[in-house]
């Protein structure tokens, strides 16, 4: 029987909050916008940590790895930021969409205020 | 995210509640929308309400400019049966396959046993005494289908009253009949009863148990699929 709960193990937003509580220092990346054939639905997520663990996704696998490159520097910073992916993109040779979308991260820190 | 906030938003999402997470794109700003805490004066109330019935997250303009982000989280949907009888047995493994939760109450212990329902949906307890652990909810579909009003009545009313997106009952048109007569004596309006799936199922000619399982479920995802309300991607079961 499935539960009514919704599914820790593979919950990024509950793992975000868990890494977090661990003492772990967490980014969430969410898909905000998708233009064309995009491989994950907005609202999808990841969470990063800052070793570069990852759990969840933003695009089936495309550009998990920018994501997480540019995670830790959000972490490290403490501000938020917007990424662009898409084959018009300039790195699109490096972590383009395969499937010729485009999407639109947003990355933020997760924060442990008091 | 304040992890406090992030915090409250889970909380919320295993407590079966709607909720919406704001995030200003700007300046990273955010606040937690229950579907109680919008305020009219909210530039965003209408967009709050309306991406609450959807359940799809997205981007929305603000209107001093810039955007915000709102990650919409609706209870995932699920089914109570009302009736341990031979078409919750075939529905229940239909429905669980089809993704949904599913629930099966009846009082009556020669038809609640393990061995029928042998994966834990069983609730062997009157509907009207579990009433509150079932917290029925507009993201919850509910099947009457032992035709006793002893025990199909209370449930019917109490889905009617809050707004469960399916409710259907089993029985003949004279025993809807009946039924109609006692629900609007017990308070139900004309326009929610006659929102009843009644009788039960889509038109496919069902005549074995299987049959009208697979015809019960039919309705089922058409109201969830083909409502205004719930269609979406937070209504993926």
């Known amino acids: 029987m499935q539960q009514d709960a919704i599914r820790t193990e593979i919950d990024p937003l509950v793992l975000a909050e868990s890494w977090s509580r661990d003492g772990r220092r967490v980014a969430l990346a969410t898909v905000v916008e998708t233009w064309g054939s995009a491989p994950r639905p907005v609202g999808a997520h990841l969470v990063i940590d800052a070793e570069g663990n990852f759990e969840g996704s933003v695009s089936g696998g495309c550009v998990e790895g920018a994501v997480v490159a540019e995670a830790a520097e959000v972490i490290e910073t403490g501000k938020p930021a917007m990424l662009e992916f898409g084959v018009a993109d300039e790195t699109a040779w490096r972590v383009g969409l395969s499937c010729g979308g485009r999407i639109r991260v947003y990355v933020e820190p997760v924060a442990r205020s008091a | ?237």
Request: aromatic share 4%.
């Open chain 2, 1 to 237: 995210m304040d992890l406090q906030l992030l915090a409250r938003f889970n909380a919320a999402r295993s407590g079966r509640k709607p909720a919406i997470l704001v995030t200003e794109i700007g300046s990273g700003a955010q606040r937690l929308v229950a579907p109680g805490d919008i305020a009219d004066a909210d530039p965003l109330a209408a967009e709050l309400r309306a991406r609450l019935r959807s359940g799809k997250s997205g981007l929305v303009e603000l209107a001093g400019g810039g955007q915000a982000f709102l990650t919409v989280s609706v209870p995932p949907p699920r089914i109570v049966l009302i009736g341990a009888v031979h078409i919750s047995q075939a529905l229940v493994p239909m429905a669980q396959i089809a993704g949904f939760d599913v629930t099966v109450v009846d009082p009556r212990t020669a038809f609640a046993t393990p061995e029928r329902f042998p994966d834990g949906t069983l609730l062997a307890e009157w509907p009207a005494d579990v009433l509150e652990q079932l917290a029925l909810d507009p993201y919850t579909a509910l099947a009457a289908l032992t035709h006793d009003p002893k025990i199909d009545d209370v449930p019917l009313a109490a889905a009617l009253s809050v707004g469960c997106f399916y409710v259907g009952a089993l029985g003949s048109r004279k025993t809807h009949g009946k039924r109609r007569e006692r629900l609007l004596e017990a308070g139900v309006t004309p326009d929610a009863f006659d929102s009843i799936d009644a009788p039960i199922g889509a038109d496919i000619g069902a005549a074995s148990p299987a049959e009208i399982a697979v015809a019960v479920l039919a309705n089922i995802i058409a109201a969830l699929r083909k409502s205004p309300e719930l269609k979406g991607e937070g209504g993926r079961p």
